[in-house]
């Protein structure tokens, strides 16, 4: 009861939306950006926001920081101080490189492609480490984190390796972020207005 309560006074001064009030989990938000915002999927929210207008946006982050009594008792919600804190120094590296893509032309991505080939380091240890244990099963018997060892190696090897392809990907097409520049900045300029306020809610507690 009191929580509905509070959410009927958290709307009442705002503008009256479409959106449907959803709560799952213990979290309480009306909008995918919003989702991601609360469940704490902060990179989800930067590929997100490609496909939505600026005022959707502002009102997500608007939103979540509305929310914020309410959705900080579930401990995996991030604080405002954190998400505001991540997007200024995510905003900031993109806006820079997108920069520098568009005043050098570069024909690669050479950042995606580090991380590819980090990726792809990692994804090859992990899958020769199952095939030495598979190959040699006495490691089984001679070392108990081994059986660990061979199920993380059979998790995280394929796991690396498809995110190689997707940051291979990114390194082929350095020029795909270009058309969100403005958005970027405009987005940035707003988090910065947002970080100049206090947040005395932000506090995170049990109850």
Same mark, same amino acid.
């Given at each position: 009861m009191y929580k509905k309560l509070l959410i009927i006074l958290l *709307?009442?001064?705002?503008? $009256?939306s479409t959106n449907t009030i959803v709560i799952t989990h213990h979290y309480t938000y009306t909008n995918p950006? &919003? =989702? !991601? %915002?609360?469940?704490?999927?902060? &990179?989800? *929210?930067l590929q997100e926001i490609k496909y939505y207008k600026n005022e959707d946006?502002? *009102? @997500?982050?608007?939103? *979540? $920081?509305?929310?914020?009594p309410i959705n900080k008792k579930e401990y995996t919600s991030p604080s405002i101080k954190h998400v505001l804190s991540y997007l200024n120094k995510e905003l900031i590296h993109r806006i820079k490189r997108i920069n520098n893509q568009i005043k050098y032309q570069y024909?690669?991505?050479? #950042? !995606?492609? @580090? #991380? &590819? =080939?980090?990726?792809? !380091?990692l994804g090859t240890t992990f899958n020769v480490l199952i095939y030495y244990c598979l190959k040699n099963e006495g490691c089984f018997k001679y070392n108990e984190a081994s059986p660990f $060892? @061979?199920?993380l190696s059979v998790i995280l090897g394929p796991l690396f390796s498809i995110i190689s392809i997707?940051? %291979?990907?990114? =390194?082929?097409?350095?020029?795909?972020?270009? #058309?969100h520049l403005e958005k970027y900045k405009n987005l940035f300029n707003f988090v910065k207005q947002l970080q100049t306020h206090e947040y005395p809610h932000d506090a995170w507690f049990f109850f």
């Open positions: *709307f009442c001064s705002q503008k $009256i950006l &919003s =989702a !991601s %915002l609360v469940m704490g999927k902060l &990179s989800n *929210f946006i502002y *009102f @997500a982050l608007e939103e *979540f $920081i509305r929310l914020r024909r690669l991505d050479y #950042e !995606s492609l @580090a #991380e &590819s =080939a980090v990726c792809i !380091s $060892i @061979a199920v997707t940051h %291979l990907q990114n =390194a082929l097409n350095p020029n795909r972020e270009n #058309e």
